[in-house]
């Protein structure tokens, strides 16, 4: 199999419009962050939002969560190289999910946790949480 060979002697240099997407980005988050600063008023604020968020935007900060650039550049290799066997493991997220949505998050909201390592604790004992 061939593989091209990039330039030894070329930088990577970003252009002015990355830099201006760049500056879009970081000027927009820190305003955003400025913005609701204000309404968080407790841990409970901060944590759970005070129980006021939909249950798809959970669900969509669960997946923002464990995906990464590199998952979205690498899976689709993989699933190509391997003749689509690595779609196995794709298929194991979307069960994972699932069970998280059922089984762990309702534990969650009965039981006024902010983190797994409670919900570990209370159910093991406080030296499984470490």
Request: aromatic residues 12%; glycine residues 6%.
């Amino acid at each position: 199999m061939l593989r091209a060979e990039p330039e030894r002697n070329r930088c990577l240099r970003l252009s002015p419009l990355d830099l201006v997407i760049i500056a879009v980005y970081l000027a927009g988050i820190t305003l955003f962050g400025l913005r609701f600063r204000k309404r968080q008023r407790s841990m409970r604020d901060y944590f759970l939002a005070d129980r006021n968020i939909p249950w798809w935007a959970i669900s969509l900060s669960i997946v923002a969560a464990e995906t990464s650039t590199l998952t979205i550049i690498s899976i689709p290799g993989l699933a190509y190289d391997s003749n689509l066997t690595f779609l196995q493991v794709v298929m194991g997220y979307v069960v994972g999910r699932i069970i998280i949505s059922f089984v762990l998050l309702p534990h969650y909201f009965r039981g006024d946790l902010y983190t797994a390592y409670q919900l570990i604790e209370r159910r093991f004992g406080p030296r499984l949480r470490t």
